[in-house]
Nanobody
Framework: QVQLVESGGALVQPGGSLRLSCAAS????????MAWYRQAPGMQRELVAG???????NYSDSVKGRFTISREDAKNTVALQMNSLKPEDTAVYYC??????????????WGQGTQVTVSS
């Protein structure tokens, strides 16, 4: 079994910064693409940022230049550094990972989510 556990969500003022972390644990052979999604109340879940195993990154237009995704494969972790936060960044943030359990067996996993609230 594989678990993804996020941490770092909080209440922060506009213009502030937060760092989200996600750690994967369990029977993991390797991890492919890792990503952060978010879901605001009444909205669909959307991709915020993704990073491949080789380090290629992708960001949504709304966070480009403000957020940075990174990963540390030795620890099976992915992080999201969020700067210049805006009220519209308020959402539950979810970690996602494509985890290879054994050769030719890859499953997609989600974390439980961490709340980020940007408000004065």
């Amino acid at each position: 079994q594989v678990q993804l556990v996020e941490s770092g969500g909080a209440l922060v003022q506009p213009g502030g910064s937060l760092r989200l972390s996600c750690a994967a644990s369990g029977s993991i052979l390797s991890i492919g693409t890792m990503a952060w999604y978010r879901q605001a109340p009444g909205m669909q879940r959307e991709l915020v940022a993704g990073i491949t195993k080789s380090g290629t990154t992708n960001y949504s237009d709304s966070v480009k230049g403000r957020f940075t995704i990174s990963r540390e494969d030795a620890k099976n972790t992915v992080a999201l550094q969020m700067n210049s936060l805006k009220p519209e960044d308020t959402a539950v943030y979810y970690c996602n990972a494509a985890v290879m359990l054994k050769l030719f067996v890859t499953n997609n996993y989600w974390g439980q989510g961490t709340q980020v609230t940007v408000s004065s």
